[in-house]
């Protein structure tokens, strides 16, 4: 992933952010340089694909629609921009990794915290954070 791409998706998902968070209209603008502008033009199909069992954050269903948060943001970016992602249903997590390795596609959704992800993938800066607690009984180990 280009710094140039890095920095387009950033863009895109603080706009998004911004939108959800603060309740900026639908018509909400992007600002992207001249150079991230002719990036989007050469390059509007962006190859993706993501977690197949995440939800609520991903998934993809049976007949590979592709649902959950992340699924939505990705709606949110193409009706901003001009670019539209393809997804690429997969059936693990292990198979999105191999075939974002081998170049397949130019886009994974991820935790922050994978180290495997991070050793193989430039992410962008972490747009979420989503803390995850688990309740049980005391008597429970």
Known sequence: MTALYKNIISKLLITILSFVFFSFSANAELNLTKEEKQWVKDNPIVKFTGDPNWLPY???QKDGTYVGIV???????????ALKFETIPVSS???SLNIAT???VSVISGDAADVVLNK???PIDTYGKNPVIIIMDMHQR
Request: cysteine-free.
């Open 58 to 60: 991903e998934a993809f």
């Open 102 to 104: 081998e170049g397949i």
């Open 93 to 95: 997590w292990t198979e």
């Open 120 to 122: 193989r993938f430039k």
């Open 71 to 81: 699924s939505e943001h990705l709606k949110l970016i193409e009706k901003l921009s």
